[in-house]
């Protein structure tokens, strides 16, 4: 990339090389690679090492590689509880009546979650072999935004987007593209992780677990509100959100590997604590921002 597909600045500094992650913890690409940063809108990127990103999330490819497979079970197992922080983080009064888009849906469980009051959901998915199970559940299906808006499809008052952007060649039309789905004065819920993640200054060793073959961008706040800007979104209002808890990050530090949450049994109030601090000095694991269209 000789210029950013973002911002189009042709300032771009290498930010990081080292091994990355190739798959699930463990497996690391053979040699270095490196992450640069676009010096005016601060987006860091890693260039892709499939040859076709789309073709990869749409033949399973990308699930296979995490050793997750395409079982809908499995999906459930893995992302169900999810669902109802992320209703909280739009506020789940706002759904009630209005049509819900989730763009990069997978299995579909926050459409599933908000299907009783949202007056229509539309699922997004590149991966047709969820199709038919959304389809049966009763969600509209598109197997991409531009399927959708050729079809002429009425707009969508809300749309959310979990741990998408961070995948698609380029955020800046796929964000283009999100907003042509929404009514003009309609919001869309996105998240990303934090390219600020406090976790890569603690532990050099979470850098090689962080960096991934499957993420090519990484966002700091302030790219991503860049980015929705440019994007065409008038208004982006950034939250801090942390997902694991003290124990986690001591382990890192011991161990030099993921280990989940509570291994080692501390009190509520330190874990709150760790939580806080992340949240409130910008290195949270995670970035909820919501775009006002
Ligand atoms: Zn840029």
Redesign the pocket.
């Given at each position: 990339m000789r210029s950013?597909l973002?911002?189009?600045?042709d300032q771009l500094r290498s930010f990081f090389e080292g091994r990355i992650r190739m798959g699930s913890f463990g497996k690391l690409s053979e040699s270095p690679q490196t992450v640069t940063e676009?010096a005016?809108?601060?987006?860091r990127y890693l260039p892709p090492l499939m040859d076709d990103v789309g073709g990869y999330y749409r033949d399973g490819a990308y699930r296979d590689d995490l050793d997750q497979g395409n079982a809908i079970e499995k999906y459930f197992e893995l992302t169900d509880d999810d669902q109802p922080y992320r209703l909280d983080i739009l506020g789940p009064h706002t759904v009630r009546g209005r049509r819900v888009a989730d763009v990069g849906c997978g299995a579909g469980p926050f459409l599933d979650l908000v299907k009783g009051s949202a007056s229509g959901t539309i699922a997004i998915e590149p991966n047709e072999a969820y199709h038919d199970s959304l389809r049966e559940r009763g969600h509209l299906v598109f197997g991409s935004v531009e399927s959708l808006l050729s079809a002429g499809e009425a707009p969508a008052d809300i749309a959310v987007s979990f741990s998408v952007l961070e995948h698609v060649e380029n955020p800046r039309e796929f964000l283009v593209g999100i907003r042509q789905l929404l009514r003009p004065d309609g919001r869309l819920l996105i998240s990303t992780p934090n390219a600020n993640d406090y976790m890569l200054e603690l532990c050099p060793e979470y850098r090689s677990f962080f960096y991934r073959k499957v993420h090519l961008w990484y966002f700091t706040a302030s790219a991503l509100t860049r980015l929705a800007n440019l994007s065409g979104f008038s208004r982006c209002d950034v939250q801090f959100k942390h997902r694991f808890d003290l124990s986690n990050a001591l382990l890192w530090l011991r161990d030099k590997r993921p280990s989940g949450l509570g291994n080692i049994p501390l009190n509520v109030h330190l874990n709150n604590s760790w939580r806080d601090f992340l949240e409130s000095s910008g290195g949270s694991d995670y970035l909820y921002a919501i775009l006002q269209a």
């Open positions: 950013c973002i911002c189009e600045s676009c005016r809108c601060g987006a």
